[in-house]
């Protein structure tokens, strides 16, 4: 049974420059949510997808969007990058039960 | 606004010897308290989820205990490979979101 998968590992981009990052959740499992997580604290919501609708949003500006395919999987796309968005980009997914499984990460530099 | 404060920032053990990591929250509503272990560069692996005061639940070597304003996270006669740093997290009723604290790193030397 496939876990939470993330792609890439790792990206390097300039400042102001766009990425997307990629999540493929848990099997059978049908809500996606993503997180920011800065060196040494803990990880910060980002937004949640359900049925390919953003159904809750942080506190993050609208540079950060998100998309959720009818298979589920999820892309979360950050526009105009700031050196401050450095950082380890976690996908997470869920069902029913509430209980989050974390992807591996994608680790993002912005120089 | 939900609040997760963990304590100590970090935890240095000899092997063999027992401890707990304290999470204290504040939360509207307490939906389910949840522990992760997360490895350097790595995403949090769940551990355990709590949903109401008195409850218990136990993996190998760690134990998690629920009361109505702190979680704690016992782990017995640890060794080297219990090195980690532990998160806690809550989420609330009508909040899909979980709220982390910053984590104790805990190190365990052989």
């Known amino acids: 049974d496939a876990g939470v998968t993330q792609s890439p590992t790792h990206l390097i981009k300039t400042r102001g420059q766009q990425v997307t990052l990629r999540c493929s959740p848990k099997?059978?499992?049908?809500?996606v949510s993503w997180y920011q997580q800065a060196l040494g604290q803990g990880p910060q919501f980002i937004f949640q997808y359900y049925e390919e609708e953003e159904r809750q949003r942080g506190n993050f500006p609208d540079r950060f969007s998100g998309h959720q395919f009818p298979n589920y999987s999820s892309e979360l796309n950050v526009n105009a990058l700031l050196l401050g968005d450095s950082a380890l980009y976690l996908c997470?997914?869920?069902?029913?039960?509430?209980?989050?499984?974390f992807g591996p990460g994608t680790r993002l530099t912005v120089t | 606004e939900d609040q997760v404060t963990q304590s100590p920032e970090a935890l240095r053990l000899q092997e063999g010897e027992s401890s707990s990591l304290n999470c204290s929250y504040t939360v509207s509503g307490l939906r389910g308290l949840f522990w992760y272990r997360q490895d350097p560069g790595k995403g949090p692996e769940f551990l355990f989820t709590?949903?109401?005061a008195g409850e218990e639940k136990e993996k190998e070597r760690l134990k998690a205990t629920l009361t109505k304003k702190e979680s704690f996270l016992h782990i017995t006669a640890p060794k080297p490979e219990d090195s980690a740093t532990y998160l806690c997290a809550v989420s609330n009723f009508g909040n899909e979101k979980l709220t982390f604290g910053t984590g104790t790193r805990l190190t365990i030397i052989p």
């Open positions: 099997s059978g499992h049908d809500t």
């Open positions: 709590l949903y109401s």
């Open positions: 997470a997914s869920s069902s029913l039960s509430y209980e989050q499984y």
